[in-house]
């Protein structure tokens, strides 16, 4: 990405100038746990955002139609058995498959290994 700037006012020697502030753009994000996604009444609605730490993925590939895909199993936490098929219950942890398309493979996360921690903002729950 490209960033953008502003000139800034000379300030006094000897003194950096201030850190940018954060862009405000207004949106408001709402994270929700990957338990919270999978069990609870987050699986209904749309517009849920989560941080995850990724525990499996595979890489880029196509699909039937123009798009790239990927597929991440996240968690909310590293650690403890997620179940028989990795889908925990309600009350030890719980993994959460996440399909997610792009026109090219470049749109895609780019997970470098198992451990990395994702943030999805406005993601959609279902079953199936």
Known sequence: GQAEGKASKASKPGKP?????PRDTGI??????????VFGAAQTTVGN???????SFTTARDTR???????LVVT??????????GSGDATGPCELVIN????????LPQVRSIGDVIRI?????QQF
Do not use: C, E, W
Not at 17 to 21: H, I, S
Not at 65 to 71: I, L, N, W
Not at 76 to 85: I, K, S, T
Not at 100 to 107: E, G, K, R
């Open 49 to 55: 955002s989560l941080y995850g730490v990724i525990t």
């Open 100 to 107: 997610l398309f792009a026109p090219t493979p470049d749109q």
């Open 65 to 71: 139609g123009t798009d790239m895909s990927v597929s």
């Open 28 to 37: 408001q994000y709402n994270y929700k746990s990957v338990r919270d996604l």
């Open 17 to 21: 100038p201030p850190p940018p502030g």
């Open 76 to 85: 909310d936490a590293l650690g403890g058995d997620a179940g028989a098929g």
């Open 121 to 125: 903002h406005r993601i959609r729950v």
